[in-house]
């Protein structure tokens, strides 16, 4: 009884927890920050909430657009890309991704005369790309369902014409699952070699080993698109298009996924 | 004799009372009463009515409901009686209807049940639902119109014994603006007036003029006594005037007809229509005080104000409306506020919407002032806040009525004639200038997870549902036909077995054991044969085996070899020439040879004979 009262005047005594912003509040303080110019301060509240294990295409958007705002484009790219990952079909990010592209070209032609930027995005993508993965799933299973169910009755029928259509549904089915099951693999990235990524700093060094000494094999531009196949410590082992493959800081590479 | 009295007198009372009693059998009545509206504002008109049907009798008393809330602007009462005549031995029914009708005006908010109300009739009381009025609104303050001062003997208003027209202002030095309530009254010592004609209006020039009375009301007479004499005084006229400007302004004189009739008229002709034309009264009207004056127009009255902008978040191009009502009493329709205004917004004219109320005899109400705004470009936009000087006429001192200043913020590109932003910095790159990006989402699920559909398991067993449900059809498939095919073997095992059936025929041969040889030779070739036909041929004669044999799409050369070695066996087996071991060599070559042929042998569907 004693130990009761104990703890309970002690508990009485310590200081009541300082209540942490809720994720909405965060998100309406990184808003009103982006309203009033302060991109900086939005692109914090919005990094808190991706701290928080939040994962949702409007956060990823709003802090492509304050790290674009601060001209940081490869950042930028980089949320956008997330963003499209996690809503397929999002015009305004699209836009938005075409646009700091644009303005990375602009940037690298302002500083070396020409540029050349990475503007499409692989074929599976552009193929399946405006097709989120949970609707290629439910569409694959359906699709399973039909072609199997269609070859099962195909089994036990006896009129030919019903063998014939279902026979015509089986086949048909089976070629859509085939094209289904392709862009769901394409979308999930079963097909890659590694992780999606995104090239964070200009001219950033590819290197033959995970070592600042290990000697420079090229520069990777900002804003590429570039594929994470290994990780040691703070070293990524990247493929980027055109340039080859090798080692990167981890800081100037970031996975789209 | 006093036993005798005694009796009669109860006889007389007992029959009275009976009589009375038959007689209240007879009467019958029905009340009603009911209002119009029910749900009303300080100052608007109500109108009630009572209405008394009762049948057996003409003696009715209206009671009505208590009314001290309200204002009895105007009362008629109705009889209209009917008459039914019995015919023969039925009596005389005699119906009645008695309506009362009120128009009354509500004078402070709240809700007031009135009623019932009750007719008495021969007595007996008969009672009319309840009605519950409800009156919203804020009371007004409570300046009593009726009340008006004798005219002295000096009081240049046209005194006049007979009838005369005067017009009373409560305010006789008014500001600019401020409310002067005008009383037009007759005054009359005329018996009865049967008809009653204004034919002047007052004059109102330089006064912005509200009516303050219903326009369909009746005329009710009160008592005053002016110079020693009684008169019925009428309220022709009131209405509130706001001076528009300051100095003299002038009230003209209302002319009035009436006619009239006394008891007497009838031996006499009728008398002239009386006409009067009352005396003009004017007004002083001052300037506003100077002393702690605002800036801008004062309002004269009491005012309040009120702002809200709906969304205050929005899409540079998107319209958000910004609302400022102003609240209270003296001329709101005169009232004016400036249009908000900031750089990057483009404002329409604004829609204004008034809603006077004269609650008391006080003019106020509120005016409605709505903008359409449109950001045009992105950014941060301070609305207000909203102030308009106030003067207090009673006490002649300022105040300021405010509304809190709003904000708005937008995001986006920049629309319309939005002017461009003025020379960027030198820390602004080209492609900064450039970049134009949509505006950010303001709402957001703020989701935790993004497991795909495609990784839970549930969805990856579902996958397996359609290649086990083909698995299962192909097994009930196999089991059905295993069923239909009964104990035979397949074709297959039936030309293993047989084949090896010819092995032990050799050694039964080497043996020199020609009884089972040839048995085994025959066992081999039948169960081939059976296999082969689905059926058992043990039981068919060897014309119907080769019969069956062709039937079903065997060579008729192979069908004749079939039948002619499985006779030979037959025979053989109880031969004693089947005994050479060269004989039994030659049927084993001649068996091999039978069930390769066999085996190549694809019999066709068995044709139901």
């Known amino acids: 009884m004693k130990r009761l009262a104990a703890a309970l005047v002690l508990a009485a005594a310590l200081p009541a927890p300082a209540c942490a912003d809720s994720l909405g509040e965060i998100f309406e303080r990184g808003n009103a920050a982006y309203f009033r110019a302060d991109y900086e301060g939005a692109t914090q509240s919005y990094e808190e909430l991706l701290a928080a294990g939040v994962v949702d295409p409007d956060v990823s958007y709003n802090l492509g657009a304050a790290e674009a705002k601060r001209g940081r484009y490869g950042r930028a790219v980089l949320h956008f890309e997330r963003a499209l990952w996690l809503r397929p079909g999002d015009d305004d990010a699209r836009q938005a991704l075409d646009e700091v592209r644009a303005a990375l070209g602009r940037r690298r032609a302002a500083a070396r005369g020409e540029a050349e930027v990475d503007a499409g995005p692989p074929f599976g993508e552009a193929l399946f790309g405006s097709v989120s993965p949970d609707v290629l799933t439910v569409l694959a299973l359906v699709l399973t369902l039909l072609a199997f169910g269609a070859g099962t009755a195909l089994l036990f029928a006896r009129r030919e014409s019903v063998r014939l259509g279902l026979g015509v549904v089986a086949v048909v089915g089976a070629a859509l699952l085939t094209v289904t099951g392709l862009g769901l693999a394409v979308r999930s990235g079963w097909l890659d070699e590694g992780e999606p990524a995104v090239v964070l700093r200009e001219r950033a060094p590819l290197r033959e080993g995970p070592d600042t000494r290990a000697a420079e094999r090229g520069h990777a531009p900002e804003g590429q698109r570039a594929t994470i196949v290994d990780r040691e410590r703070d070293w990524r082992r990247v493929h980027v298009p055109s340039v080859g493959e090798g080692w990167m800081a981890a800081e100037d590479v970031a996975p789209v996924r | ?609």
């Open chain 2, 1 to 609: 004799m006093n036993r005798g009295c005694v009796g009669l007198g109860v006889a007389v009372v007992a029959l009275a009372v009976c009589g009375i009693a038959h007689a209240q059998q007879g009467v019958s009545a029905t009340v009603t009463m009911q209002a119009q509206p029910t749900v009303a504002q300080v100052g608007d008109v109500i109108r009630l009515e009572v209405q008394a049907q009762v049948s057996g009798s003409t003696n009715v008393q209206v009671e009505l409901p208590e009314l001290s809330a309200f204002d009895v602007m105007s009362r008629q009462v109705s009889t209209p009686m009917q008459f039914r005549f019995g015919f023969g031995n039925q009596a005389q029914t005699i119906q009645s209807t008695t309506v009362h009708r009120l128009t009354l005006r509500a004078r402070q908010p709240g809700t007031f049940a009135l009623g019932p109300a009750t007719a008495l009739v021969d007595g007996r009381p008969f009672r009319s639902n309840s009605v519950t009025i409800q009156v919203g609104g804020a009371a007004a303050p409570d300046p009593d119109p009726s009340a008006q001062p004798p005219p002295s003997a000096a009081d240049p208003t046209g005194f006049d014994p007979t009838a005369f027209v005067r017009t009373v202002v409560d305010t006789p030095s008014p500001y600019v603006g401020q409310q002067v309530t005008v009383t037009v009254y007759l005054y009359s010592r005329q018996p009865q007036i049967n008809g009653l004609n204004v034919t002047q209006e007052p004059t109102t020039e330089g006064f912005w003029v509200h009516d303050l009375l219903p326009p369909q009301r009746t005329l009710e007479a009160q008592q005053q006594t002016v110079n020693g004499l009684s008169f019925q005084v009428f309220v022709l006229r009131r209405f509130a005037a706001f001076p528009l400007r300051s100095g003299p302004l002038t009230v003209g004189g209302t002319g009035v007809t009436m006619s009239s009739s006394g008891i007497f008229d009838i031996f006499a002709p009728p008398s002239a229509p009386l006409s009067r034309v009352g005396a003009p009264i004017t007004v002083d009207v001052r300037e506003l005080p100077d002393a702690n004056r605002p800036p801008g127009v004062p309002h004269v009255g009491t005012l309040e104000l009120s702002a809200t902008l709906d969304p205050t978040q929005a899409a540079t191009g998107d319209a958000v409306q910004l609302t400022v009502t102003a609240r209270g009493t003296g001329m709101l329709r005169q009232l004016t506020l400036p249009d908000p205004a900031a750089p990057g917004l483009r404002v329409l004219t604004p829609e204004v919407s008034d809603q006077v109320t004269s609650p008391r005899d006080l003019v106020g109400g509120a005016r409605t002032f709505r903008w359409l705004i449109v950001p045009e470009r992105e950014g941060t936009y301070t609305l207000g806040p909203f102030a308009v000087p106030v003067l207090d006429p009673r006490t002649g001192t300022y105040g300021v009525a405010r509304a809190e200043a709003l904000r708005l913020t937008s995001a986006g590109n920049p629309v319309g004639s939005a002017t461009p932003d003025p020379e960027p910095g030198p820390s602004l790159r080209a492609d900064e200038r450039a970049l134009t990006l949509g505006p950010i989402r303001t709402r957001s699920a703020l989701a935790r997870s993004h497991a795909p559909l495609v990784e839970a398991t549930w969805v990856r067993w579902a996958f397996a549902l359609g290649p086990m449900t083909l698995l299962v059809g192909l097994a009930v498939l196999a089991a059905r036909r295993r069923a239909q095919r009964g104990p035979a073997r397949g074709p297959r095992q039936a030309s293993r077995d047989a084949r090896r059936r010819l092995s032990s025929a050799r050694g039964h041969a080497d043996a020199g054991r020609a009884r089972e040889f040839y048995g085994a030779i025959a066992q081999a070739l039948k169960e081939v044969l059976e296999a082969k036909l689905t059926r058992a041929v043990g039981s068919l004669t060897h014309a119907e085996l080769r019969r069956s044999l062709v039937g079903r799409g065997l060579a008729e050369g192979l069908a004749d070899r079939v039948v002619d070695e499985l006779e030979g066996c037959d025979f053989a087996r109880f031969s004693a020439a089947g005994v050479r071991s060269e004989e039994m060599q030659q049927c084993l070559d001649r068996a091999r040879g039978l069930l390769d042929e066999l085996e190549r042998f694809v019999p066709r569907e068995e044709v139901a004979s």
